[in-house]
């Protein structure tokens, strides 16, 4: 394994590596990489204040990688791929400009920064490039602070402007964040530093899969890892209970999970569809399992709930039903299995692997499911909602919808997590009602 460096800085997860490496060094490394993603959840600042270890993050990350073709934990997988998207953000910001450039070229490719440089290669004007993307922005921005803002960081900054080969920022295109010019996108920068963390972890599941290939044709140099990736794994679940903060928030006396009138779209819609159909595939069923456990939702009532709605049960006994799919529910649980305490997943995770109607839906089945909820919503706001899931914005839409149900606006920029959204629409019902009841809060 090489650990010769390349022009990337030392601690890129991604940056190649060669050379030799024992496999306690292999174990070592991984443990202390482990326990720099989970510090990053519970104490970011001290992250940030920490300067990085190039072995542990750089080489630790690659055993980590090859801990998840290993294993083929999906779990931990996703756990990883998260934990490393954030932990580059952070360091993204506070690197050196030459570091973060050759990371944006690792990323995206080839790249022109700058006005001059944009405007001489493709022979434009600097106010014709920057009078075509603030025509598609401009509706974004509703404060003229904020038009000043951007501005003095966009036109009045020489690298205030960018330009990619366009297939490389699919997203930006989707959302119109920028302008087409022989076959390139120019975009603001700080609009491609947004896409950075979804860039990057794009390209580490790619690695993974390879190495999930390699193992599955029989790769000896993986294949003999076996027992100290398992090792590994072992670690993160016995690490993970230790010290990631719970997700979670209680309302003393409150049963949130049989209100679905304050839960975000996503959930119930999800809800809807089990109770008149019986049956949700597996990862929506895992979505909506645990959001209503981290509502506080207890095992045995969640076990009720299934058997009660799933069209799969119907004509079996209890006893078949909690051999066939009470297994999966203690599992979300922790109770069997690995006996990992799962999280609910964040809009972020949500939106990209499960179910979000605002991404999944069509404008036309999006407003029809809106209207089902809300017959009496305002057309102005079934406009605002359905624009925001148009443009590619659905934590956008989201709060927009979290504003009709709370009948108040709150100084959020988006909306982050479903209990989240749960959380703001029942303190604003409390506050409409004068109820003082206490509320205990655990959430990021």
């Not at 931990?76 to 690197?95: C, T, Y």
């Not at 087409?180 to 530093?193: Q, V």
């Not at 009720?304 to 297994?327: C, H, L, P």
């Not at 999006?366 to 359905?386: C, N, T």
Request: net charge positive; aromatic share 12%.
């Amino acid at each position: 394994m090489s650990l010769e460096q390349t022009e990337l800085p030392d601690w890129y997860p991604l940056k190649r590596v060669s050379g030799k490496i024992s496999v306690d060094d292999m174990i070592t490394l991984g443990k202390k990489k482990i326990d720099l993603l989970l510090e990053l959840v519970k104490d970011p600042e001290k992250i940030m204040l920490t300067n990085p270890d190039p072995k542990v993050e750089s080489i630790g990350g690659l055993v980590l990688r090859i801990a998840t073709a290993v294993t083929e934990d999906r779990f931990f997988q996703s756990w990883l791929v998260e934990s490393e998207g954030d932990l580059l953000s952070i360091r993204f910001q506070h690197a050196k400009l030459s570091e973060r450039l050759v990371i944006l070229r690792d990323l995206f490719g080839d790249f022109i920064l700058g006005w001059n440089a944009i405007t001489s290669f493709f022979n434009v004007s600097k106010d014709e490039i920057w009078q075509e993307i603030y025509y598609l922005v401009k509706d974004q921005y509703k404060k003229k602070k904020d038009l000043t803002n951007l501005f003095n960081a966009v036109y009045s900054s020489e690298n205030g402007v960018i330009a990619v080969r366009f297939w490389e920022a699919p997203r930006l295109i989707k959302r119109k964040r920028g302008i087409l010019r022989k076959g390139w996108l120019i975009t603001f920068t700080d609009y491609l530093t947004r896409e950075l963390k979804w860039k990057f972890q794009r390209k580490l599941e790619e690695h993974i899969k390879k190495l999930i290939e390699e193992k599955r044709q029989g790769s000896e140099k993986l294949l003999v890892l076996k027992d100290a990736m398992n090792e590994l794994m072992e670690y993160w679940r016995n690490r993970r209970d230790v010290i990631s903060p719970r997700r979670e928030f209680t309302l003393k006396g409150k049963k949130l999970y049989e209100r679905p009138d304050l839960w975000p779209l996503c959930m119930r819609t999800l809800l809807s569809r089990l109770e008149s159909t019986g049956y949700l595939p597996h990862g929506e069923r895992l979505q909506l399992g645990l959001f209503l456990k981290r509502l506080g939702m207890t095992l045995e009532e969640q076990m009720e709930f299934w058997y009660k709605f799933a069209v799969d049960n119907v004509g079996i006994s209890w006893d078949e039903f909690e051999k066939k799919g009470g297994y999966y529910i203690r599992h979300i649980y922790g109770a069997v299995g690995s006996r990992k305490d799962y999280e609910a997943p964040k809009c972020e995770t949500i939106i990209s692997k499960y179910f979000c109607p605002y991404k999944t839906f069509s404008s036309a089945q999006l407003k029809d499911v809106l209207k089902s909820f809300h017959p009496d919503m305002d057309e102005k706001v079934l406009r605002e909602i359905l624009e925001k899931a148009r443009i590619g914005e659905p934590t956008q839409a989201c709060k927009i919808h979290l504003f009709y149900i709370a009948k108040r606006r709150y100084k959020i920029t988006e909306i982050t997590h479903p209990l989240q959204f749960v959380r703001l629409a029942f303190m604003a019902r409390r506050r409409k009602r004068g109820d003082t009841g206490n509320v205990e809060e655990n959430s990021e």
